[in-house]
């Protein structure tokens, strides 16, 4: 690499074998680094890649990696489904740990498509978080995810993503923590009178949840992070906690934002209600803020959040509970979904907050009503496709019935 203290050069063979460079700075991420090299040997910026020594090893892709030249140069590898590899010079065959993944991928959805039944741990049937479903990985795979090396970019984020659900339950952070597999949202907990719905009562199930679990991870010694606070610190520490976890129950979003319309106009940093109201807000748009982040990062989220949604409606459905209609896969759109929740909850709730601090506009309101205008927009083309579907559907009837 360059001698300079904040550029580097690393020499490589690109995938035709002639020898490149990528200059970069000691600032950069390994994601950075990596979209670089895809970049300048000519691949797409989300492709796999490894980078191999002259050895044949692989070498880690950051600002830490070996000094080289040219006539030692790394060969960048495009992964299509090759070899992993861990232990050093042991190599794991990717493509089995991926049969393993997809086989646990049919199985969740088999169980997921049935059910959902186990009914020794139902509280009552048909209406409970299901048990996580058991799948085993091969052995190969499984000592590949217990390796401090194991390479994060040889993985697809869906099959790193099946392997952390197995790290969570090897590990044992699923059972002793009660994590639920399923993200089902309080009003499905509420109807299906479920084991979190009956604990607490109806009343923000699960985050009330969110905040026992969290506290029970506090009270183990090797995890207390308050162990040398005096107990009343601790004790604020702990109301302050749970006053901003169960704010986050957008059941309350109209109620803590009426509360706090009533006192922005004349708010009081010296008032401890008035600052606690001010907190409470301000959580709730960092836990709905994702409309305010850039479209590239904002819209796929947006795809997981209906799809986590429909998924809850379509349970319902089998079940015979109430669905809520935003979730309704049948009544729903992108952008219908999108426009009502930024236009009547997001923007309101966002510029309420820029009256106390104006230079949010910018950065925050103004990006939420841009992410407004192009849903509508794409509303607006939607109506029109569908109006043009429509009206070819009556020509086809018409046409059918002249005949």
């Known amino acids: 690499m360059g001698s300079a203290s904040s550029a580097y050069r690393v020499i490589y063979l690109d995938v035709d074998g002639r020898i490149q460079q990528v200059v970069f700075s000691r600032f950069c991420s390994p994601c950075d680094i990596k979209e670089l090299f895809c970049t300048a040997t000519g691949l797409s910026r989300n492709t796999t890649i490894s980078l191999l020594d002259s050895t044949g090893a692989m070498v880690s892709i950051d600002p830490t990696m070996p000094n080289n030249s040219e006539r030692s140069p790394y060969k960048v590898v495009p992964i299509t489904g090759g ?80 392997c952390l659900e197995h790290m969570y339950h090897d590990l044992g952070l699923v059972k002793d923590f009660n994590i639920n597999p399923i993200t089902l949202k309080r009003w499905y907990q509420i109807n299906a009178r479920t084991e979190l719905a009956v604990r607490y009562n109806d009343i923000s199930p699960l985050e009330n949840h969110h905040c026992a679990v969290a506290f029970q991870i506090f009270s183990q010694s090797d995890c207390n992070i308050f162990a040398n606070f005096d107990p009343e610190a601790f004790k604020q520490i702990r ?25 922005v106009d004349n708010f009081d940093f010296a008032n401890e209600e008035h600052v606690t109201c001010l907190k409470m807000v301000l ?48 009544k729903v759109t992108k952008p219908t979904a999108q ?32 992410s407004r205008d192009r849903y509508e ?14 009206k070819k559907s009556e020509n086809l009837t018409m046409g059918g019935k002249k005949k």
């Not at 109301?239 to 006192?263: C, N, P, V, W, Y």
């Not at 709730?284 to 803020?289: A, T």
């Not at 982040?293 to 509970?321: I, T």
């Not at 927009?377 to 429509?390: G, S, W, Y």
């Open 83 to 162: 070899q992993l590899a861990v232990e050093g010079m042991k190599v794991v065959e990717i493509e089995k740990c991926r049969s393993d993944i997809k086989k646990l991928r049919e199985e969740m959805a088999s169980r997921n498509n049935s059910s959902f039944l186990d009914d020794n741990k139902k509280l009552t049937p048909r209406r409970d978080v299901p048990s996580y479903p058991k799948y085993h990985l091969s052995q190969e795979t499984v000592e590949a995810l217990r390796q401090p090396i194991f390479d994060v970019w040889q993985w697809e984020p869906n099959e790193m993503l099946s």
């Open 239 to 263: 109301q302050g906690t749970i006053t901003l976890i169960l704010a986050t129950d957008m059941a309350r979003h109209g109620e803590i934002l009426d509360s706090f319309k009533q006192k």
């Open 283 to 330: 959580i709730k748009c960092c836990d709905i803020s994702n409309e305010v982040r850039p479209m590239e990062v904002a819209e796929p989220w947006v795809d997981c959040l209906l799809e986590e949604y429909f998924m809850q409606s379509d349970r319902e459905k089998v079940e015979g509970l109430p669905v809520a209609p935003f979730m309704d896969r049948e």
């Open 339 to 370: 426009i009502g929740f930024i236009k009547f909850v997001l923007i309101p709730m966002f510029e309420t907050v820029m009256k106390l601090f104006p230079q949010i506009e910018e950065v925050m309101v103004q990006p939420l009503r841009e």
């Open 377 to 390: 927009e794409l509303k607006q083309i939607d109506d029109a496709m569908n109006e043009v579907q429509k």
